[in-house]
Structures are given as structure tokens and as C-alpha cells.
């Protein structure tokens, strides 16, 4: 079972989302899969709903890689790079991907590709010209600030987590380098990015639009085009959250 588990990640990119507002019950039993310094984090927050949307991420994560590598959650050791990335050191060939926004958490996960994966809340409050101006080119601000205003929210949020799905795969995390991506605003299942700093390297990516519920937007980005999407909600609603997730 655990080569066809393998096999599988080879050929795809595997989505596991889940939402907070029926999670509150599994959260007792995803805590002891956090390391101490997870935990010690998670204790810190000072809102219900931030430390939870913490720990569905990282006991997720560690369930997910469990599944795939037979072996208890708790096992499960992650290490952290000098800008934040998560992976999984005991075998690197694994790469995953947490995001949270809101009641969404979600964790992206395949082999031997880099992945990263954003969703937003398309409901929040912003300026959108004037962050749109600080992440966008030149040329794509103006094709931006051309768009009808009915279209500009969608088109911001699938900007954003185009690129800040690109650059958590690439472990960058949002920087300066913003203005030097450049992504497709409108609307496609799969998009492609240009990257100013790798113009080569950048053509191996695929963008791939996640379907989520209204006032949500996300974004899974992966250097392999030949991967494709499997896409699991998983409902943690009680207790035996290695029962939840899909076979």
C-alpha cells in the first residue's frame, strides 16, 4: 500500500483541505502530533480561531506524510529553513505545503517536484490600486488598472496567490522579487508564470486554480507540468482523523 501511496504522489499533486468551523473537535487529537515547539507556538496565539487554523495545518501535515510513509503522526520530524519552508528532512524527496485563510486550511503535498500552495479570503478590506501597484510590473499594473472594476477583485486575488504560491514553492516566501513575476490575472484552470530572474526555469511551472467555495481564492504552483491535480476535502469532524482522510 505504501509504493501505490508513492506511485501516486509521482504522478500528482494532492490537495487535503479541511475547514475550521468543523474541526473543533479534532483538535485535541491533532495537538500530540505537533512537536513541543509547535505546541509551545499554538499556546501563543491569542485568538481561538488562529490557533486552530495552526494546528490543522501542521497535524495535517504530519497525518498526510504519515499516510504516505507508513508511520505514526507523532513520528513525523519537520525541520524549517532559514526563511521559514517546511520539509520533512528524514526524506526529501517528499514536498508539501500549508496554507490556512480564514475557515480554510489546506495541505499540498506530492514527490520529487517543488509545490506550494496559497488561499485567500477574497472578502477582506484593501487597497487594492495601491497593493496592486507594489507587486505588480509596470506593464501589468496598467493592465491591471484597464480591467472593468467589476473584475479587479478576482483579478487581485488570483495575481496574489498565483505568485505567493510560486514563491512558497520555491522557498522564498514574499519578497522584493514580486514585481519581477508576472502571472496571468484572468481567469484558467492552468496558468503559467514568467519569472524576470529565471526566464528558462520559470516555463516548468504550472499554475493550477483550486475550486473553492464563494469568497475564497487559491492557488496550487509546481515545477513539474506533467503532475496532476487530486483534489480531497476532507470533513475532521470527529476524533479519528486518520479515518478521515481519503484512502
Known amino acids: 500500500m505504501k509504493d501505490e501511496r508513492r506511485e501516486h504522489l509521482d504522478g500528482n499533486v494532492v ?28 499556546a501563543r496565539f491569542h485568538f ?9 495545518g501542521r497535524g495535517l501535515a504530519r497525518n498526510i506524510l504519515g499516510r504516505y510513509l507508513a508511520r505514526t503522526p507523532e513520528t513525523i520530524e519537520l525541520a524549517a529553513t532559514e526563511r521559514g519552508q517546511l520539509y520533512f528532512p528524514d526524506d526529501e524527496t517528499m514536498r508539501f505545503s500549508i496554507t490556512h485563510a480564514r475557515d480554510l486550511v489546506a495541505v499540498a503535498l506530492t514527490t ?14 484593501l ?12 506593464e ?5 488598472e484597464a480591467l472593468p472594476e467589476q473584475e479587479k477583485v478576482a483579478a487581485f486575488f488570483r495575481i496574489w496567490t498565483r ?10 516566501g514574499i519578497t522584493n522579487a514580486l514585481k519581477e513575476i508576472s502571472v496571468s490575472m484572468h481567469a484558467e484552470e492552468i496558468g503559467t508564470i514568467a519569472d524576470a530572474r529565471d526566464a528558462a526555469g520559470a516555463k516548468k511551472w504550472r499554475m493550477h486554480a483550486l475550486t473553492l467555495p464563494t ?27 486518520a479515518e478521515a482522510l481519503p484512502k
Open 127 to 138: 487597497n487594492l490600486e495601491g497593493v496592486a501597484e507594489r507587486i505588480l510590473s509596470a
Open 163 to 172: 505568485k505567493e504560491a510560486y514563491l512558497k514553492a520555491t522557498g522564498e
Open 48 to 56: 481561538a480561531d488562529d490557533r486552530a487554523r495552526y494546528v490543522l
Open 15 to 42: 490537495v487535503w483541505m479541511t475547514e475550521v468551523s468543523t474541526s473543533w473537535d479534532a483538535l485535541p487529537f491533532l495537538e500530540p502530533c505537533l512537536d513541543a515547539q509547535d505546541r509551545e507556538r499554538a
Open 112 to 125: 520529487r517536484a517543488r509545490v506550494g500552495i496559497d488561499i485567500e479570503y477574497t472578502e477582506r478590506k
Open 215 to 241: 469568497n475564497y481564492m487559491g492557488c496550487v504552483a509546481c515545477d513539474d507540468a506533467a503532475k496532476r491535480m487530486d483534489f480531497q476535502r476532507v470533513r475532521l469532524d470527529g476524533s479519528d482523523v
Open 140 to 144: 501589468d499594473f496598467r493592465e491591471f
